[in-house]
């Protein structure tokens, strides 16, 4: 889910026409998941059954609170695209929805930048630049699945790939951070580790808590990793390791899991441009022996070390083979914190008068399952303009509010003091969502 929080005249015409222009150049946008033999394909949908610009009014906070809760539907379109604007008109909340199935972040990215470029261009009167896109589009271009694109290799070799990994996940089982939220018991006795005035596990709803640092501290940041050696994810995610460490019992190591994103874009070759709609990303999982009082440094440094030699065998490739074991073997992907991690990236080019007042990407889920009692805590990271944000979307049945706000704020303060003090930090409000 991307989202644009606007200042200023939107045209809305515009907006719907530039829309219009993404989902007929991009077919999955426009597409639905459907069965065919064993497998899904993806399939066109109807003209009129292809998504359309949604427009109303309302308060920016409620409605990101309702987009975010509210999935794409199964056997629908595979993007959304919403405006919500205040009823003077002078603000704006636009969302961008689009399924992980035919996207990842830096495509997700480009698809919204090329969207307000498209936008910009018909307000300004600039058509001649997009004369051909629809004769270019007439004839749907698929883009090629990731898994055509990657280099030869042996049958054997993956499966040996394949077996080491699963021996690996069974021989270091990671412990997961214990949901804070007590569930009822079929005695009617609340079950699990509750916090007080939180209540009990309900049907719940998702909620992102959220970390942000201007562009002098994210600056700040870049520098302190390259003084340590290591890439600002490693330090990110050992910040996670070891805030995570702190919510589980006892003084000793325990066996933590780390899962960080690979894009394949850049290592494929011919390289795969951000603008072809694929899920080019893969993962790594590394499990660390963590104590009580990690030193954050010395975890990031493991982190980038195991990181590195990772995609040096080309081991990249090998995990995103082996992808449709995932789903009979979780272990493969079990984490203590999954940390993504977008980079440094552009945000969209708006017209005189109107302006970009926040860019925010954040990953959401159909279902939740606070039955498990535990789970991964996800943090997206990206960069906008050069304004680190760190995104926790988590499920009120699960992990509370509060909860969350407390880990956000022990990940803030290790982080402030790997780069210095923490004037200049602000800690972007939790959405809270209306159920």
């Not at 919403?82 to 009823?87: E, G, H, M």
């Amino acid at each position: 889910m991307l989202s644009c929080s606007l200042r200023g005249p939107v045209d809305v015409e515009a907006l719907s026409a530039a829309f219009d222009a993404m989902t007929q150049a991009n077919p999955t946008l426009r597409s639905r998941i459907v069965e065919e033999g064993t497998g899904h394909v993806l399939r066109l949908l109807d003209e009129d059954e292809r998504p359309r610009l949604v427009t109303r009014t309302g308060a920016e906070d409620e409605a990101y609170a309702a987009e975010l809760n509210d999935p794409l539907p199964v056997g629908g379109p595979l993007s959304r695209a919403v405006l919500v604007s205040a009823p003077d008109g002078g603000s704006h909340l636009f969302v961008l929805v689009v399924d992980h199935t035919v996207t990842d972040g830096h495509s997700g990215i480009a698809l919204l930048n090329a969207l307000w470029d498209r936008y910009r261009t018909l307000v300004e009167g600039e058509e001649g630049e997009h004369d051909g896109d629809a004769a270019a589009s007439a004839t749907p271009r698929w883009p090629q699945p990731v898994s055509r694109l990657l280099p030869p290799a042996d049958d054997a070799d993956t499966a040996k790939y394949l077996d080491g990994r699963v021996e690996e996940a069974r021989r270091h089982p990671v412990e997961l951070v214990p949901y804070d939220v007590r569930r009822p018991s079929t005695t009617g006795r609340a079950a699990g580790e509750g916090t007080a005035g939180e209540g009990t596990a309900g049907e719940g709803h998702i909620e992102v808590c959220r970390l942000t640092l201007d562009t002098e501290l994210t600056a700040r940041l870049r520098h302190a990793a390259r003084a340590g050696g290591v890439s600002v994810h490693a330090l990110i995610a050992a910040t996670l390791l070891a805030t995570a460490r702190r919510r589980l019992d006892g003084d000793g190591a325990r066996t933590l899991g780390c899962l960080s994103p690979v894009d394949l874009r850049s290592r494929l070759s011919p390289p795969l441009p951000a603008s072809d709609m694929v899920p080019a990303v893969t993962t790594h999982l590394q499990t660390l022996e963590v104590p009580g009082t990690p030193d954050p440094l010395d975890l990031a440094r493991t982190v980038h070390a195991r990181l590195g030699d990772f995609i040096s065998r080309g081991d990249h490739f090998h995990e995103m083979r082996i992808t449709p074991e995932i789903p009979r073997n979780r272990a493969l992907q079990l984490a203590t914190v999954i940390v993504t991690n977008m980079g440094v990236v552009p945000g969209p080019r708006l017209p005189s008068g109107l302006e970009a007042v926040d860019v925010r990407l954040a990953p959401a889920r159909e279902q939740y399952f606070p039955q498990a009692g535990r789970s991964p805590v996800m943090a997206c990271v990206v960069s906008f303009e050069g304004r680190l944000a760190v995104e926790f979307p988590h499920h009120t049945a699960c992990f509370s509010p509060s909860f969350m706000r407390a880990f956000r704020d022990d990940v803030r303060d290790g982080l402030i003091g790997l780069i210095g003090p923490a004037d200049g930090v602000r800690t972007g409000s939790a959405r809270a969502a209306t159920g």
